[in-house]
């Protein structure tokens, strides 16, 4: 077992959970099972600890409304837990509104759902990885983070939450809501079975969608990273990594426009995962570093550069045993090999140390929209066509003497 750190406690969570109220422009429930209305931030359930940490702020957010991941409130709903920021507004519901403003900064809070089987650490951990994840790259689209547990009733009520949304939104309807979520193969039941069968490891999430109905859509299976007494060798930091990664999805997606737009300049997968990958470890990392992060508690043997590393390994491995003379440009989700993620995180990383760590955001996506396509818009970027640079990533990856220029990559980690 190893030892931790216990650097903020579950009490001190609850507390600053509930610290001050935010602005709920959401519309009028019209039952017990829609929509949120966290206008009040009555602690009924915390405790009386008076624990106070002051968490320094070294970034400088790229959030207009979001400063802080310990500004944020969870309500215990009776059938599941809910979080919104005390910072921010949730979005008021408008799709098109929302539609026509896809891409540009709105400020809004995120929403997290947790089924109520899930432990209490959960749903705070999962809210303030969110939010310092939103204050690092900013909050564009209404974000909802849905936490599924391994209990099959807690999630039946946790569906019955999701579909009077969707409902009421003019998404779906009651029954191809539900049908949905019964599936295994997608939305809530997928989570729920990958929370029974993991037990005590990490999360398995998405970014769902959706463009189409003007925010951005998270599921998750259980992150029992996130749990003190069930997890004896937990590294919260990965679930944290998760987060990130999945919300990255959700800059990428709020960067490529509406409508058709969106598929002409569609990354390739690797670039997909690989960016979200790459900019979730390095930006969690530096979240963690700066304090904007605290986690429930730090663990000893979690080192991102070690994390590089073995994905450096894993992918050249997985590239030799699972899809011989596949190259970076051959990895997909359709195929068998698993190099996709680390791989392409390392083709992201390349392409930071070579050409500046700010490009892929400031540069590449940024400007996406406006081309024609991506590799346009990759060329514009980094001055070098996608044919070149998979030329130049193959040698990278496979000659010996670019050993040193991995080493200062890890270096940089
Ligand atoms: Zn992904």
Redesign the pocket.
Known sequence: MKNKSIVLSLSFMMLVSFCSSAVVTEETPTSTLTEETPTTMQDTTSTTSTTSTTMPMKNISKSDTLTNTDSFFCEDKGNYVYCASSEAAVAPYNHTDLQLKWGVKKGYSPEVFCASDLQDTICPNVMSALLAAMIEWGNYEPVEYWVIGPGKEATLKLVEINCERRKNRGHMTMVECTNKHANENSWFEFYRLESEKNGSVSASA??VGHDEWGFHLFNSSSPNEFTLDKCESCEPEVDIRIIF??YF?GVQSSFKGVGEIRSAVREPDWF??GS??YMALITSKKAIDSNLLVPLYISESYVARDQMERWLKEGKESLSSDCPGSKLQDLNYGNQCNAM?SLGAWAVAYLANEYGEDLLLESLYANLSQKPNFEVGFKDTYGISLEEFYIDFDKFITDPTFEPLIQEILGNI
Do not use: D, P
């Open positions: 998405a970014h990664h999945e999805h997909i995962e979200a990958e993620y």
